[in-house]
């Protein structure tokens, strides 16, 4: 079990208490003191989205939120988040909120990842964030990629799925705004490489 304390920001500087439980999420999101806390079990919990959020001056940037959403099998989401302005602790915050996420994913989303590697394995159809998962291809906006054609752009806030052979067969998925997105990309890393060695192999073997 892993505990935190969170300080929202400016105006909410009472600290918060964040437990990441193999068996559950708990986390003071309210502030009435007869029912302060949310709570979570591990086995309700189905989807993540994070990320920062930049926080805009009249000019220039001048703070960050990070925020991290986790959903329920109710559709509801629980918000964590907190601010900071003018580079204040940086290395703090920024240290807490890549903590969280390490906990988040050893307790419950490796479990959720592994589960979807396995569907994939078993030739089993699926959806996640909008993508249909075919035995031979990936299915989107009346678009449709197989497997050994399929590429990943990375950048810092969304990524884009896309056809090596015809690159306006794209899909852009942003990490924080997208439902499951972070899962996504990490299950289509998975099945790249695994094409990718594929591919090795084959052109590997003596002729």
Known sequence: MKEFSIIRGLFDTRKRQLIINPNFIKFENKDRNED???IIPKEEIIGI???IHFIKGLEF???REYQIFIRSKSGNELKIF????YRRKLGEKHKLFCDIIDVLWEYYFDDILNDYIDQFNN???FNLAGILFKNDCIQFDNNEISYSDLSLKKYYHYFVLHSTKDQYVNKMIHYLKDKDAI???EILNCII????LRAKEVSDRSV
């Open 36 to 38: 302060l806390f949310t």
């Open 49 to 51: 989205r994070y990320g």
């Open 61 to 63: 940037y001048i703070g």
């Open 82 to 85: 907190f601010k900071l302005f």
């Open 123 to 125: 030739n089993r159809d």
């Open 183 to 185: 899962i996504l990309n």
């Open 193 to 196: 490489k695994n094409e990718q």
